[in-house]
Every structure is written in structure tokens, then in C-alpha cells.
């Protein structure tokens, strides 16, 4: 896996402390984007939470995926948690080590009781001390939030006394991408009631044996929620069930469950998405179709990826965000004027840089901005990049529906019925379409479209 150092210089460490005012939660950021550029350490919020005890829960949660692997667990994995300031509320995101799970709690409107909520995305320190001062919260006493330096460090922040180096591999990139697409794909498949929801989530395993691998799915059902035995219409997958272990951080103050799915499609494992429902906030954990399977690998991105008109209407689409907690794509289009498919696209595109996710409680994406490369997720995904070598060397002949791409000393036969693409592939015959396009079947849109390769690699 190819990894890189993510380096995060914080000014000081985020901590618990007693003050004037009662606790003070002070978050601490590093190098963050705002709408003034990019900053050391910007600064978004200065108010009361007006439930301190779930929102400090709902932050380790957030924190115990990030730091987690639900797959190969002997690898460790620690990444500070990604905080957006979206002008009304505070969107706290992090992904597994393994990228199979991601994690956002938000810390909507009326969970906040202070200053205007600012605009940007940084990450946020969570250290081990940290944790053990949110854990020990175990009453609603008022507790200040201060998601940044304070009005004085403002000014007197000499540069900075903590840094940390963390690992981050290319793969834990691209799923925030992946997960962002599949989550638009979703629909609410079931609500169930606080009741319900303590039952059924306190009834799934929290080992990872073999009883809790594989494919599982449920169906809403009077009582809440009820195993299934095949993936009847409505279902929704739960693969590897004990990644739902975080939500038991905030399961006793749940007033709701809201699952989410895709369409049945074929009985193949699906990813999904958990929302528990809060006080003035909801905590979502969104799952891969398969504890060992990352979303990195499903390819749902690499078709707005392959051609010029996705890029250019991505840059276009991006000068109209404005750290807004609501993105309609056919607002966009109206003020793009293109069309509401080629908005949808250029959005996908920015979603793999980082630069927009998906909120299926309002469904609707979001601005934000990942304080990481943008353009680093496209430049290593392995099957655009060959792609890219095969359209750019020659590789493709057209010749109407049919195309034969050699690729070594091997030429296939990529199809197109119905405006898919089928391909005589080893990859097509494992995946038929389901992780995504074959690198074959890339290479044909590539040059279908006209995606311009220079030496194979963008």
C-alpha cells in the first residue's frame, strides 16, 4: 500500500480544562482551508454544547474509527479526526485504518449555543489524555466548546509546539471519495425508535469470529428491524455487523435509528449506512460491503474521472461553493448552466479531491475541503493510471459497439449494450461491473470521449 507522511502541527495540545466559565473543550486545528485562504490554525467556534455529555461520546466515537481496523487489526492506524465549519453546524469525520468504515458526527444548530459557526476544514488534535477527560464526562454541566485557538493565541501564536506524523496511505483517501458516491446511491430503507434501536444494535456480535463475517442482511419490520435469509426487496446489508461497535458510545441517548441502502440488486453485499439521532446532533457510520473489502477498491469514481469534460466542469462547479451545509446539484446546474448529469459528475470529481461529501439526513452534498493533496487520490488509483497507459500508448481500437484493448501480450473485447460496458477480462468475469470499470473498459471511455493522456498519466 502506498503510504506518504501526513505531518499536523498544532499549537498546543487539544484539552479538558477548568476555567471562569466551568470545562473548556478546546479543540486545537492544523493547516486548514478557509474562505480566506489557507491558515495555520484556523479557528471556528467559541460557544456552549447543549448536551456536553453526547457530544463528548459522539467525538470518540468518531475518534475510536479513526484510530481502528476492522480488518488485519495487528496493523495499527491513528488519524486526527477532520472537523468543517459549514456556517450552521460542525461536522467531525474520520475513516478506518482500513478503510472500510467512515465515521461523521455533526453538531448541528441546535446543539450550539455561541458564536457563529466559521467556515473551513482542518483536522482536529484528539491525543490519549484527551480521551480520558471525555470519557470521565458523566453529566450535562455546562462545557464551553472552542474549536480552535482562542481570541489571545490568535494574535501571540509564535508557531507550533505539537507535531505529530501519521501515516496516510493513498487508499484512505479514495475512500472518502467512494464512500461519498455510494452514499448518494442510498435511500432510507428503515427508522426505528429509540427502544428499537437499543435492542437490535445491542444484539449484534461485537467479536469478529466467523459468526460476524460475511454478508448479513434485515428487513424493516414491525418490531424494528429482523434478519433476513436472502436479500428480499427493502433489505439492507450489514457486512461484518461488529463495525457498528462505536455507535454504542451514544446508544443510550439515541431518540432514533435511520438505516441506509442502495437497491437490492442481484443479492451481491452492499454498503450501508447507520444514523443515530441525537440531541441536537446524529452520529453516521457508513460500512464497506465486506470487512475485508475497503471502498477505496469500488471504483465508483473512475467514470467521471476519465474524461476532460468532468475536470472542466469540476473546476467550474467548484468557484460556486461556498462552504455551504446544502449542495443541490440542480441549484448548480441553474448556475452553471449545465446540465444537472454533468453536475452530478464534476461533484463526484470533487468529492475524490476531498472537496465535497453527502449528507443523507438532508440528502444533499456538502463543501469541505480535506487538508491533503487533491489531486493525489486520481494520480494513484492503479486502474486509472493504466488506464490512462493504455489509452495513451495506443492501446484501443474502436470499432462501434465493440473494442479490443491489448494490454501485454493479450488483446480483450470490451462491448457496449445499453450503455454499459462489458469486457473479456479476468476483472469482469470476478466483479461483472460491481466494484466498478475493468482498466480495459476505462481505457475505451477514455478514448471515446477524447480524455487527453500524455504519456499515460495525467
Known sequence: MTRSVQALAYARPSALESSQVGAVLGLETAGGLTPRGAEAHPRFFAGFL?????????????????????????????????????GDRLRFESFSGCCGVYARLDVLQEGLDGERTGHGTTNVDVNNPLRDAL????????????????????????????????????RWLRGFAEAQVASAGFDLRAELTAAQAVAFLRSLPRGSGNAARGSQWVVASGSGLRPTTRPVPGAVCLPGPERLVALQRVLRHATALRVYGPPVADGAAAAS?????????????TLSPDSSRGFSGEGGVLEALATNDAAADAELVSVLLAWEPRIEPASLAEQSGLSAERVRAA??????AGRVGYDLADAAYFHRELPYDADRAERHNPRLVAARELAGAGAVTLDGTLASVSSGDRRYQVRESDGALTCTCQWWADYRGKRGPCKHALAVTMVRRGATVAGGVR
Request: aromatic share 4%; charged share 20%.
Open 50 to 86: 447543549s448536551a456536553p455529555r453526547i457530544a463528548a461520546r459522539g467525538l470518540l466515537a468518531v475518534a475510536d474509527v479513526a484510530a481502528a481496523r476492522y480488518y488485519q487489526r495487528a496493523l495499527p492506524s491513528s488519524l486526527d479526526p477532520v472537523v468543517t465549519g459549514n
Open 347 to 352: 461533484l463526484t470529481r470533487l468529492g475524490t
Open 135 to 170: 470519557s470521565r464526562i458523566t453529566a450535562d454541566d455546562p462545557l464551553h466548546l472552542r474549536v480552535g485557538p482562542d481570541e489571545l493565541a490568535v494574535t501571540t501564536l509564535d508557531g507550533p509546539v505539537v507535531e505529530k506524523k501519521v501515516p496516510l496511505p493513498d
Open 273 to 285: 449506512a447507520w444514523e443515530v439521532v441525537l440531541p441536537g446532533m446524529r452520529l453516521t457510520l
